[in-house]
């Protein structure tokens, strides 16, 4: 079978979730044999990226415009390319691939499959851009594919909304590998960085206003004298909002206490998420938090908004979902970092529900499954529409 997985950019950095989510699709589909391919741009595009993604045909655009990620492409390349394969992944939404394949892929009758992955709400910014990009093409493209990939429960009615009826709607959660979190040092960590003895409590992603970091700072300042023996770690590309959050840290005068490391990886990433106490996600708006697979496979609980897609950490007991404003932080951070011994029994409960439900090994079937009902022409893949994840 052969696929082609699209998306906007491979960019670690400044990427998320979703582009997190195709790199190990598309690993793992041509680690059980599928003949794979990407189109994407080359924007943040590493050797080392490349290296892992052996074996996998990757057509890396020239990018022209950072800020709605416009390739330089030729229409005989990207036809040729849409040809050669069975099925399509569209990834995210606002696109201009994703507009570029649809059209090419409609005219060549390839079925498809999008991911929106969080991205349909018209949420943040360029609102009259997204506004305008539906009404010329998006709608036309989720309502058009042959199935459209929810990766939380949350996300089915972001779907609805856009015309696709319920059996045309499937879950297959994001996924999470744990080679890659196992090395730990924490007084190697500590000493590279500056940290003091004080336990951690660790944000990980961009500081952007959606994934909340100002949030959850601000309810750290508000708990300051209770939690003393507590130090914040903020891991994570600056999306705009350092000065504001350097700022408000200047002002309740935390500068020991609250630490902003940048973006790590590799073992770096490895020893901060092993030597903290509690991961939180503060996040305003998201579809499913790939933070919370990233603690749970290395056992440590997880204090998460409501918006985040996870709410399954609560009735698992993996941690608390708080509402995503300052005080539901900061009753969080009291109930959860009260002196007792309750954390290490939900980093072992939440270790244990991402075992059994979001390795990538496991899930990877699920899309190869989903591709062969699709190239049979099967329109019952789903008896019930919604699983339970």
């Known amino acids: 079978m052969k696929i082609l997985n699209v998306i906007m950019h491979m960019d670690a950095v400044t990427g998320g979730g979703s582009v997190e989510r195709t790199f190990q699709m598309s690993h793992f589909l041509a680690r059980i044999g599928e003949e794979c391919s990407v189109l994407t741009t080359d924007s943040g595009l590493t050797a080392e990226r490349l290296n892992t993604l052996a074996g996998i045909n990757v057509v890396a655009l020239p990018c022209l415009n950072k800020r709605f990620y416009i390739p330089r492409f030729s229409y005989a390349r990207i036809k040729k390319l849409v040809s050669a394969v069975d099925v399509i992944h569209l990834m995210n939404h606002w696109t201009f691939l994703n507009a570029l394949v649809y059209f090419i892929a409609k005219k060549l009758n390839k079925p498809y499959v999008v991911c929106a992955a969080g991205s349909l709400p018209i949420y943040g910014r360029s609102k009259t851009f997204k506004k305008l990009y539906n009404l010329l093409i998006g709608k036309m493209i989720i309502r058009n594919a042959s199935f459209c990939i929810a990766i939380s429960s949350d996300e089915i009615e972001h779907f609805k909304s856009y015309g696709v009826e319920a059996d045309k709607i499937i879950i297959i959660p994001n996924g999470i590998t744990a080679d890659n979190l196992m090395s730990k040092d924490d007084a190697l960590f500590r000493r590279k960085f500056k940290l003091s003895d004080n336990r951690i409590i660790l944000f990980a992603g961009r500081l952007n206003k959606i994934k909340g970091p100002d949030l959850l700072l601000r309810a750290f300042c508000n708990l300051k004298e209770e939690l003393h023996n507590y130090q914040l770690v903020f891991i994570g590309p600056d999306d705009g909002m350092l000065p504001m959050l350097k700022e408000i840290v200047s002002t309740n005068e935390l500068q020991n206490r609250v630490h902003f490391l940048g973006y790590l990886m590799g073992e770096d990433k490895s020893y901060a998420y092993n030597s903290s106490e509690l991961l939180v996600i503060p996040s305003r708006h998201e579809a499913m938090s790939i933070v919370v697979l990233e603690a749970g496979v290395i056992g440590k609980p997880v204090l998460l908004t409501d918006q ?48 059994e439900n979001f390795l990538w090994d496991s899930l990877v079937s699920k899309y190869v499954n989903l591709y062969k009902r699709i190239l049979n022409n099967d329109k019952k893949y789903h008896k019930n529409n919604v699983n339970s994840i």
């Not at 951070?333 to 980093?347: K, Q, T, V």
Request: aromatic fraction near 4%; include cysteine.
């Open 308 to 355: 985040c897609g996870f709410d399954s950490v609560a009735t698992i007991d993996g941690g608390k979902v708080v509402p995503a404003s300052v005080e539901g932080l900061r009753q969080g951070l009291i109930e959860l970092l009260d002196g007792s011994d309750r954390l290490e029994a939900m980093g072992k409960n939440l270790k244990k529900f991402v075992n």
